[in-house]
């Protein structure tokens, strides 16, 4: 069984340019060795344009090479050799699609006991990656061949075709005649691909150097969680800039642990109260769970502040029901005046006419009055809003209470602090 082998490494471009070399020659030397034809036949013609154009070729100037190239195919459409240089000139242009096309004549023309028939299929592919496309299997009729695939990385991933083969180091893998794509993968190394033409009957070796992936981190070691068993109590953190801050649970004080967090000794639903030096108590209630943490954030208010805005609250409240007592006089003192002057009480016509103007200004000056009034009122609903909001958890709406007054007869509107929190 014949080897050959193929070394994995970068696509350079002294590999295009040697690979040009050779089709020259290579191509050269075959149509010398095919019978001549007559002298000055449109094939001679032909197969001297074709040689006029190798050199071309050769010494990169692709233009040139391929306009004689295209002449000569024009007389000689089935001349095989130049179709397969002329995918070679159009790839020294980048002009993969028409390269594609060049080889892709040349095989059919050749078929697949062509001598560069499987070169001509691995260039395709290689104008394909060129253009972001997938390479393409090819495969041909003969015996079995043998790819024997070895990498410097144990433990590498093989793939042939796109199915999974084994990993390395692996035994030679039994494959068709023809072009066969090969992928070498592995975690924390940059992936291996390329094409690898197997004749018939032929055992070709495969060396593949796999280089390590720089922009691969490798996992952190994980260690074994150890789980503590949590105490039957739960935990409060009191939030707020108040000072001598004191938490009761159900009517119980509750005392700190060496972090600075309350102790609540049995889990389940509590009424906790949060009490500072000179300030409102906060209510809520909460639900704890065995070992759970929750953060209270209570606002609590100065009482003297409390106490301030409620004594200012019932002051502008007198003061609005005076100066609406006072507009209602003024009220009552026009509709008398326009009742005297529909009984027709004066004498003269220049009196009616004072009456009239007494009216006007005694309904200017009600109605002034008013306007004062329902101003006091409303500084005296924002006092009474300002006693309240101390009662308040943050970000929590508050349920309106209404009762019986603590003292004497009536009812009380107020608004609760006691919540789920």
């Not at 023309?109 to 001509?120: E, F, H, P, Q």
């Not at 507009?327 to 016509?349: P, W």
């Amino acid at each position: 069984m014949r080897s050959s082998t193929v070394v994995g490494s970068g696509r350079g471009r002294w590999r295009v340019a040697l690979v040009v070399s050779l089709g020259i020659l290579l191509g050269t030397s075959a149509v010398a060795r095919s019978q001549p034809p007559p002298p000055g036949s449109p094939q001679a013609k032909a197969i001297r344009l074709f040689r006029q154009a190798n050199p071309q070729l050769y010494l990169g100037n692709y233009a040139k090479a391929i306009a004689l190239y295209k002449r000569a195919l024009r007389l000689m459409p089935n001349l095989a050799g130049a179709w397969r240089n002329l995918g070679l000139a159009h790839e020294g242009l980048k002009a993969w699609n028409k390269a594609i096309g060049a080889y892709n004549q040349y095989i059919k023309i050749a078929g697949s006991g062509g001598k560069y028939y499987l070169a001509a299929q691995k260039r395709i592919n290689v104008c394909r990656s060129k253009l972001g496309l997938p390479p393409i299997t090819f495969s041909m009729i003969g015996n079995p061949g043998k790819l024997d695939i070895q990498a410097n990385v144990a433990g590498a991933v093989v793939s042939l075709d796109g199915v999974r083969r084994g990993s390395t180091p692996t035994r030679p893998l039994p494959v068709n005649a023809g072009l066969h794509i090969v992928r070498v993968t592995k975690v924390g190394y940059l992936r291996w691909s390329g094409s690898v033409a197997v004749k018939s009957g032929q055992r070709v070796v495969v060396r593949v150097e796999l280089k390590k992936d720089p922009s691969y981190v490798p996992p952190r070691r994980l260690e074994g969680i150890k789980h503590t068993k949590a105490k039957n109590e739960a935990y409060l953190t009191v939030r707020t800039a108040a000072a001598g801050v004191r938490l009761h649970a159900d009517g119980a004080e509750l005392h700190k642990n060496a972090d600075g967090v309350f102790v609540l000794p049995r889990p389940g639903n509590h009424v906790v109260e949060v009490r500072a030096p000179g300030r409102l108590t906060w209510r809520a209630r909460v639900s704890l769970l065995r070992g759970e943490k929750k953060v209270l954030q209570p606002v609590l208010p100065l009482v003297r502040t409390k106490k301030a805005f409620n004594r200012w609250g019932w002051v502008t409240l007198g003061v609005a029901g005076v100066i609406a007592g006072v507009g209602a006089v003024f009220s009552g003192l026009e509709n008398a005046t326009y009742e005297a002057v529909r009984d027709r009480r004066a004498d003269t016509r220049a009196e009616l006419d004072d009456l009239v103007k007494k009216g006007k200004v005694y309904r200017n000056v009600a109605l002034g009055l008013y306007a004062g009034a329902a101003a006091v009122l409303v500084s005296s609903i924002v006092l009474f809003v300002y006693e309240r909001r101390g009662e308040q958890p943050q970000g929590r709406p508050l349920p309106l209470v209404v009762g019986p007054a603590g003292r004497g007869g009536g009812l009380a509107v107020s608004f609760s602090g006691e919540v789920d929190f």
